[in-house]
């Protein structure tokens, strides 16, 4: 599972002209799923995204976490971050689950998030057309990917 974190000020995401979901200052996830994700994945990630210092304390520095600062968090469910582009300009999607495997892992992770967060992780629509807006603060991105934990 591969899940691209930006540190937002604010973040939302529309869906045939509707608002569907979005915060304030926190983390906007993008999520991919693979078919051999599961449970172990889905809780390391959702531990290490509450618990990320990426975000400034009193004197400037990122040393606080979601759960430190009580920020939001938006996901977004993205199968393009398995994209492979080895051969040829364009890219294969086919290390991305399918969404009857997909959707349901999702679903895992957001409720694992909001066990861990202790708070409400509003989504897009899984496979749908979503238009995400964000402002990126700092900028700061992240890419984590439970395959690969660095």
Known sequence: ????????????????????????AGALLL???E????????VWLARKISQLRIFNDEAGVMNRSLLDCGGDALAVS???LHASVKKGNRPSYSRAARGEISQPLFD???AELVAALGKPVPTGVFGADMQ???INDGPVTIWLDSRNPE
Do not use: C, H, K, W
Not at 35 to 42: K, L
């Open 1 to 24: 599972m591969r899940v691209l974190v930006q540190r937002v000020s604010q973040a939302a995401v529309r869906v045939e002209g509707q608002t569907v979901g979005e915060i304030g």
């Open 31 to 33: 999520v991919g799923v």
């Open 35 to 42: 078919e051999e994700d599961g449970p172990d994945d889905i």
């Open 78 to 80: 993205q199968f393009t």
């Open 108 to 110: 895992s992770f957001v």
């Open 132 to 134: 995400v807006s964000l």
